[in-house]
């Protein structure tokens, strides 16, 4: 009975102590869950209250550094000379220390007019006199400041302190002059030339002529300049006062200069064509291997003849060579051995060709009259003048297509205009019907090179080349 006693006894307080186990492991349990969950509201609380630490820093950080993907190579511009650093990706930026950076600087245009000096100017802008007086030293190797004329236009630039630092000059299309302070120059400044940047394009314009080839052409978008370029050209063929008609055509290729984007002037004709009266007439500028320059036809015949086709380059008839005419004042009929050019007083008269002035002054009812010899073979005569061109005088020479007068209504007249003729052999004939011939044609070598250019330029004369600036007269 008492082993029966002794053995529930035991196996109760194994049973006692297994429940005690229970109980104080789900004690323990329910702690850490606590304390746990006291972890997780404090967090939760800092959170709120406080905000991210970690996004806190890495913002202080982006603030401070901007953003680089791995690997990539920054470019960091020092702000006083403007020029980049190379910077890999952990190395710093190189610091720029601020008092280095240069002064601002103000530019002031100066647009010369009558009588203002170099002196004046700068004394303006209240430029010490020594300054000036360096600064027209200085230039005078590269461009004599004292010869500035009306038009021109100087950039003068002025420091932080008003101090002048440097003049800017363009004496001419394509040249300019800078003069610059510089403490180790003997006058305190250094002046140097530099070429002004500039290009060229060629433009062909064409057009029909319905009044005159100089008004079609102008409506076309051409210079004057080239107008009367191109009546040069044509003078031994063409007599642009007389002979042109309604219908007529032209092209002219050629170029134009431009500086910083502004046209600045016309080159020279490249190639022309003109058709007066169905018959086609073409120019062509050729450099023979010697670098002479001149005019050809397609044969490759100069355009150069022994004299002009007229004296005037825009007229018209008023009187024509005839061997019996009734003249207006005389109130008879006499021969007129010449051509009669109406034109306004004042209009220049060329001379038709090279040659010597054989008589220059007044010849009874011809008026002021000038008679020039070219060769054996012909001579020229031109009368009724307004006045002689300066140096026109017995013996002087003179060249093809020089001015040797004006047109005016001296002698017996009843109105302006130049009385022209033309002498053959010693013998008065019509002007009109003189054929002169070329002075010379291309050979040999010459010859290929040429029709290699007439290639080229007939090519851009016909609108073949998309890379040419195409303008025609708005008819």
Partial sequence: ?????????????????????????????????????????????????????????????????????????????????????????????????????????????????????????LRDLKVPPEDIINVAKSSRKVYDLRKLRSGDL?????????????????????????????????????????EVPHYSEEALVQGEITNSLYESALRAGTDPKVIMDLTDIFAWDVDFATDIRKGDTFKILFETVFVEGIPLRTGPILAAEVENRGKKYTAIYYKNSKGRGDYYDANGKTLTRTLLKSPLRFSRISSHFSKKRYHPILKRYKPHHGIDYAAPTGTPVETSGDGKVVYAGWKGGYGKYVKIKHNSTYSTVYAHLSRIGKGIRKGARVKQGQVIGKVGKTGRVTGPHLHYEVVVRGKVVNPLSVKSKARKSLKGDEKTRFSQLKNNVMAKLEGNDPSIIVAMADN
């Fill in 1 to 121: 009975m008492d082993e029966f006693f002794k053995v529930k006894k035991r196996e109760n307080r194994i049973l006692s102590n297994k429940s005690n186990r229970r109980v104080k492991g789900r004690s323990g349990l329910r702690r850490r869950l606590f304390v746990l969950c006291a972890l997780v509201f404090v967090a939760v609380l800092s959170f709120f209250l406080l905000g991210d630490p970690y996004a806190t820093s890495q913002e202080a950080v982006a603030s401070k550094e901007p953003a680089r993907e791995p690997g990539v190579v920054e470019r960091v511009v020092n702000s006083v000379d403007k020029k980049p650093y190379i910077v890999a990706e952990d190395e710093p930026a190189p610091e720029v220390a601020q008092e280095s950076q240069k002064p601002s600087f103000t530019t002031v245009e100066l647009s010369i007019k009558k009588n203002d000096t170099l002196y004046n100017l």
């Fill in 154 to 194: 100087l950039k003068v630039s002025l420091d932080s302190s008003e101090d002048l630092d440097s003049i800017e000059f363009r004496y001419a299309d394509f040249e300019s002059m800078i003069i610059e302070r510089d403490p180790d120059a003997s006058h305190g400044f250094t002046a140097a030339k530099y």
